[in-house]
């Protein structure tokens, strides 16, 4: 290249509007994604909505939050100094403690300087001639990039329920995605929460401490398991630490991503109906999602996943005093562990206190909700507050938000009209050099995610440094490589129950979306092989152009 083009190029990257990657997204994958590609040299924009770091952590703040995946698991390990010098304090972190996490990832790795808050990306345009996306914001800023990855998030689109009247409520009305900053306090105060998955389980035994009453309006029961939480050990966080290395490795040839789960070797009909109980009672001992890595045919054989569905509904009868209460928190209508199995502290003794109601709103609905009542049939229950315990535009909401489209004017949403088809849930054909970071079709939400997001800005880091070495300006996935990789990924779900549930992972939850199961159901150990042998093969089924 001659000198002037070269002082021509240098100084359109420094023109503020022309950056080498947009990101969209501050939560832990754009966060990683920021410092990675940087670390390669690039000029990287993150434009974040929210107004700092964290994510899910950022806006999922009502009481009671935290992981569902032990924090020495679920955390970043691409910095080991980082890994050695953060001390959690608890078994499973709480909300607060995972939101000074990314706040301190963000101080230590001077993130914040490249990140653009409180700022919406409202559309992003390619042009086939400059090989250049075009990002258009909610506050009227432009910025090009030959890379925009979307760092968007599985559940980061709040979902409001398609209850009449839900706008009119006059008292104090929360979506618990979308929390307060400041602290909420429900002392003296008459409160209903309308659904019962994991984020519910886990505010209805804070919220009930408060309230004068609660009131749960369930239209269906989840499977939950105990998380047994406690204070993290100071010799445990040692032999955390001490054991990084391994864990993190091993945990990478895992179906779930987290080390102390391998992949279970028997048959639940491999051993004895005692040896089974006694499994089933060790696993509830331990905690967390033991339960669903006691045997390898619990998600694919209905006889073998009934015999662990039974055991914890009898968990439930023996805990909840009242036997009515007890049936009807029991679940009837999945598979366990179909929907994603739930954890709590202490959510099944909450039916025993005498300031909590469960509301069955399955066998008569909620038909309104009025400026102080939720209905259901035509009984109002009276309430001061509200919490919409109500879910997400799972897994392709935040996507599907963003006007996004390819150089022939087709958007992504029409891409998509169809539900999501994306080459291992990072990139879509026909639009070039658009990365998702755990996109549908990768592990996703079927592993402990921070692990997968790693992967995935790592993958993206060497595909980057392939165009680089290659001089090419571009890169797309084929057409044949994303058809046979979708096939692949319906075809294993078929394999397994997780079709069999009304679930978000299904789209279930969301009125007019198409079903089908999104997630990758083989399994984090065998997608990252995949990935792997795809790297090392020549990047098959990418094509670099220019
Ligand atoms: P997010 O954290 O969702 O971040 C995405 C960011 O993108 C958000 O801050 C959002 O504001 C921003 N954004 C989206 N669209 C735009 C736009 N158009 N313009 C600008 N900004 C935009 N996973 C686990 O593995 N273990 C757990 O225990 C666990 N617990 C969870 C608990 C809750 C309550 C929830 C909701 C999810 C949980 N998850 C858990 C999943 C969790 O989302 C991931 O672990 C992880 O935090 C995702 O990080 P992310 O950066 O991919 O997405
Ligand atoms: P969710 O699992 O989708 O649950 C939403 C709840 O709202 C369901 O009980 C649903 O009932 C109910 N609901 C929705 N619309 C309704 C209506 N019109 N009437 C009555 N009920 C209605 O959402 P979530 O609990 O927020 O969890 C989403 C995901 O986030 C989880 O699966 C998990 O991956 C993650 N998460 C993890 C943790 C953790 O433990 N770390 C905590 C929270 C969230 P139906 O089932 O009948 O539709």
């Known amino acids: 290249m001659a000198a002037p083009e070269r002082m021509a190029e240098a100084s359109a990257a420094r023109t503020p509007d022309r950056f080498d990657a947009i990101v969209v997204g501050a939560g832990f994958a754009g966060m990683y994604g920021l410092h990675r590609l940087r670390e390669m040299g690039l000029s990287v924009r993150v434009y974040e909505r929210g107004g700092d770091v964290g994510g899910t952590w950022y806006w999922n703040r009502y009481p009671g939050a935290r992981c569902d995946i032990e924090s020495q698991e679920y955390s970043y390990s691409f910095s080991s100094d980082l890994q050695q010098d953060w001390n959690w304090s608890e078994r499973y972190g709480t909300q607060p403690e995972l939101l000074a996490y990314a706040n301190h990832v963000a101080d230590r790795f001077d993130l914040r300087r490249d990140i653009r808050f409180e700022t919406r990306v409202a559309a992003a345009e390619y042009d086939d001639a400059s090989r250049l996306w075009t990002v258009t914001t909610d506050t009227g800023e432009t910025a090009t ?289 658009l990365f998702m970071i755990t996109g549908p079709q990768s592990p996703s939400v079927k592993s402990q995610m921070i692990l997968s997001i790693e992967q995935h800005v790592d993958l993206i880091a060497s595909i980057v440094g392939r165009m680089r070495d290659a001089g090419a300006k571009a890169v797309a996935a084929t057409a044949d490589a994303q058809k046979n990789w979708v096939d692949h990924a319906n075809e294993l779900a078929e394999t397994t129950l997780y079709t069999k549930a009304n679930s978000w992972y299904m789209g279930a939850n969301t009125p007019g979306k198409p079903r089908m199961f999104m997630p990758y159901a083989g399994g984090v150990g065998r997608y990252k092989e995949t990935c792997d042998r795809i790297v090392a093969e020549g990047f098959t089924g990418f094509v670099f152009e220019g």
């Not at 929390?179 to 998955?197: L, N």
């Not at 662990?308 to 009837?332: G, M, S």
């Not at 609905?365 to 315990?389: F, H, K, M, W």
């Not at 006007?403 to 849930?425: E, M």
């Open 145 to 433: 990039a030959p890379i925009f990855i979307l760092a968007t998030g599985n559940l980061s689109t709040p979902q409001l329920p398609d209850i009449p009247g839900v706008g009119d409520f006059a008292g104090r009305r929360f979506h618990t995605g979308d929390w307060p900053r400041e602290p909420v306090d429900f002392t003296g105060r008459r409160v209903g929460v309308i659904g019962t998955g994991s984020t519910a389980i886990q505010a209805i035994p804070a919220i009930a401490e408060e309230a004068k009453h609660l009131y749960v309006f369930q239209r269906t029961a989840n499977f939950s398991v105990p998380a047994h939480h406690g204070p993290m050990t100071d010799d445990f966080r040692a032999a955390a630490k001490a054991a990084y290395d391994e864990t993190r490795r091993l945990a990478r040839t895992t179906p779930f991503g987290i080390a102390r789960f391998p992949a279970p070797t028997r048959s639940t009909f491999d051993v004895s109906d005692e040896e089974r109980q006694e499994i089933y009672e060790k696993a509830w001992a331990m905690g967390g999602q033991a339960l669903l890595f006691s045997f390898n045919d619990l998600l694919i054989s209905e006889a073998a996943n009934e015999t662990a569905a039974e055991f914890v509904r009898n968990k439930i009868r023996a805990t909840v005093n009242d036997p009515e209460v007890a049936e009807l928190l029991c679940p009837d209508d999945h598979p366990i562990g179909t929907k994603r199995l739930c954890l709590d502290s202490h959510y099944f003794e909450t039916f025993n206190r005498k300031n909590v109601t469960l509301v069955d709103v399955r066998t008569t609905p909620i038909t309104e909700i009025t400026a102080s009542a939720v209905v259901v049939g035509d009984r109002p229950y009276e309430i001061d507050d509200l919490v919409l315990a109500t879910g997400f535009d799972a897994m392709t909401g935040a996507a599907r938000d963003i006007d996004i489209r390819n150089g022939n004017g087709l958007g992504l949403r029409d891409a998509w009209a169809d539900g999501p088809r994306t080459y291992l849930g990072l990139m879509v054909a026909g639009f070039p050099s």
